[in-house]
């Protein structure tokens, strides 16, 4: 068993992390989960949320708008809709990613309804996390 992963995580304005880690965990839009080494092989969406990685150089987090996560045993790919490292993230970014979500659920579809409100609560959440 390998005791790391080639993490990568690329949103469209940058790479913003390339480096092998021992672990990543995700806010996956089914639930947090963590990818380790030799994990199943596994492609899953994700919500807004903080993303964890543990590498040789300590932890580093990021903040994701969404996105996608591929896990292979020996990797974590991540292509995020709009990542920013924890350092870079001010209240007032989450506030207005909060207050466009919720102007988005405002003015849903009713078959949008319910995946907009989970967004904005995902919003809601990440502000409670970073502070």
Same mark, same amino acid.
């Given at each position: 068993?390998?005791?790391?992963? #080639?993490?990568?995580?690329?949103?469209?304005?940058?790479?913003? $992390?390339?480096?092998?880690?021992?672990? !990543?965990?995700?806010? *996956?839009?089914?639930?947090?989960?963590?990818?380790?080494?030799?994990?199943?092989?596994?492609?899953? &969406?994700?919500?807004? *949320?903080?993303?964890?990685? !543990?590498?040789?150089? *300590? &932890?580093?987090?990021?903040?994701?708008? *969404?996105?996608?996560?591929?896990?292979?045993?020996?990797?974590?790919? !991540?292509?995020?809709? #709009?990542?920013?490292?924890?350092?870079? !993230?001010?209240?007032?970014?989450?506030?207005?990613?909060?207050? #466009? $979500?919720?102007?988005?659920?405002?003015?849903?579809?009713?078959?949008?309804?319910?995946?907009?409100?989970?967004?904005?609560?995902?919003?809601? $959440?990440?502000?409670?996390?970073?502070?």
């Amino acid at each position: 068993m390998a005791d790391t992963l #080639q993490f990568d995580l690329v949103s469209p304005e940058r790479m913003l $992390a390339s480096f092998e880690a021992s672990e !990543v965990l995700l806010p *996956g839009s089914e639930g947090d989960m963590t990818a380790m080494p030799d994990h199943a092989p596994t492609i899953t &969406t994700l919500r807004p *949320g903080f993303l964890r990685v !543990v590498g040789a150089d *300590g &932890t580093k987090e990021f903040l994701v708008t *969404g996105g996608f996560a591929e896990i292979t045993a020996s990797s974590a790919s !991540v292509l995020a809709e #709009q990542a920013v490292p924890r350092d870079e !993230v001010t209240r007032e970014m989450l506030e207005e990613m909060h207050a #466009q $979500a919720t102007k988005a659920h405002e003015e849903a579809t009713p078959e949008k309804v319910d995946m907009a409100a989970k967004i904005v609560a995902d919003f809601a $959440a990440a502000i409670e996390t970073w502070v």
